[in-house]
């Protein structure tokens, strides 16, 4: 007599043109996971996982069974990596069922968080509006969605989405933490006139804002969408610029500053110039530009409020730009508790030069990484070995100074 298979059966995804793990799909019947059309993804949003079928006794021979515990931390490791990511060519849903093709028990633990973000991309508007219906359809859907990330590739046509979902999705999605932008050209043209209204509505309980590569129209109306989202504690702006720039500071900020948990900048000046006008205040802060003096605005105004700084600077290898260039006194943030760097081989003299003009009696833990940016393992030993010598014993003079005796 022959054994039950190990694994269940596979369905072609039909967007990736990928095996997938699931029940197999027969004429007139409604899938219940669909990574590819949105008419299939929506129909996805119908039934919640078949647990019954997942947990069916599956005799596995010869099988190595591990822990619960470490395979479902291997998936999450994983699922949280991948969950503030834009992929250009797969969603994070999809991803996530590729992991599942692992095995029956991997499968239900992706499928569960695959459920936690919602790509809404690479749709067009009749796409998006059966998508809106397939969740207000399924309430229990809308309630696990942690994450809504829209990429729109630079594409005019496809700007309104945003508004359009943000009208139809209002006070239907209380459990989202994060919002991610990506390749946006903010029109005001093509947005509802009470759009940050909306996006209140929508997003009012979103704590994490993600803009990566998003062009606003005036530093005004960057400062309206942040104000729009009221539970806002962690703010990444990557290559995020205005059009228009010009003084933010009013009334309304006077009264209400803007105080942030966390803040993650890279090549966005603009957005420097903002929080400086404002009078930010920021807990921690990660800070990927190559520009010293505008971190050093920043720290101008933020010192008081910081509690952690990281530096991470490993592209300025490829740009030909020196770190021992970036130069920046830490000394005024005297609340400072945790000092990091992310520097490549070169760059350790860099961070040693910082080390030596901080004088921050409050810091308990300097962190210095090394790192290559796409490089093999020979090529990251190769400028490990060929790094100045000297640079080690910069980075242990600096760490055994008074300035920093007592941290770890």
């Known amino acids: 007599m022959s054994s039950s298979p190990a694994t269940l059966p596979l369905r072609l995804d039909t967007q990736y043109d990928e095996p997938v793990l699931g029940p197999e799909v027969k004429g007139g019947e409604m899938c219940g996971e669909d990574g590819g059309r949105v008419d299939g993804r929506a129909k996805s949003l119908g039934s919640r996982p078949n647990t019954a079928l997942l947990g069916a006794d599956m005799p596995l021979e010869h099988s190595i069974q591990l822990p619960i515990e470490l395979w479902e931390k291997v998936i999450d490791v994983l699922a949280n990596e991948w969950v503030d990511v834009l992929w250009r060519d797969v969603t994070y849903e999809a991803r996530l069922h590729v992991l599942g093709r692992v095995c029956r028990e991997w499968y239900a633990r992706c499928r569960f ?115 729009a989202l009221p539970r806002l504690s962690s703010l990444t702006c990557w290559s995020v610029s205005f059009r228009k720039r010009g003084d933010v500071a009013g009334r309304i900020w006077e009264l209400h500053p803007l105080r942030l948990e966390g803040a993650d900048v890279r090549d966005s000046d603009d957005v420097v110039n903002f929080l400086v006008l404002v009078g930010a205040q920021l807990r921690h802060l990660v800070w990927r530009t190559r520009s010293s003096d505008k971190c050093s605005e920043l720290l101008a105004v933020t010192a008081e409020s910081l509690s952690s700084i990281c530096l991470e600077l490993p592209r300025f290898i490829s740009r030909k730009i020196r770190f021992p260039d970036f130069t920046i006194d830490l000394t005024p943030a005297i609340h400072l508790r945790v000092l990091s760097f992310t520097v490549p081989p070169a760059g350790l003299p860099g961070a040693a030069n910082v080390l030596s003009r901080t004088s921050l009696p409050k810091l308990t833990v300097i962190e210095v990484r090394i790192t290559s940016v796409l490089l093999g393992p020979k090529s990251y030993s190769s400028r490990l070995e060929n790094a100045d010598k000297d640079s080690y014993g910069l980075i242990d003079q600096a760490l055994s100074s008074r300035h920093t005796k007592g941290c770890f």
């Open 113 to 227: 968080r695959a459920w936690e973000k919602l790509d809404v991309d690479r749709m067009d508007k009749t796409e998006v509006y059966r998508l809106i219906n397939a969740l207000k359809q399924n309430p229990e859907r809308c309630h696990a969605i942690k994450t809504v990330s829209f990429h729109f590739q630079w594409d005019s046509a496809l700007m309104s989405i945003f508004g359009t979902f943000a009208v139809c999705m209002a006070q239907r999605l209380p459990p989202v933490k994060r919002l991610i932008l990506g390749r946006y050209n903010w029109e005001l043209g093509q947005l509802h006139a009470q759009v940050f209204v909306h996006i209140t509505l929508a997003f009012e309980s979103v704590a994490v804002l993600k803009l990566m590569e998003v062009r606003f129209p005036s530093a005004a109306v960057f400062g309206r969408l942040l104000r």
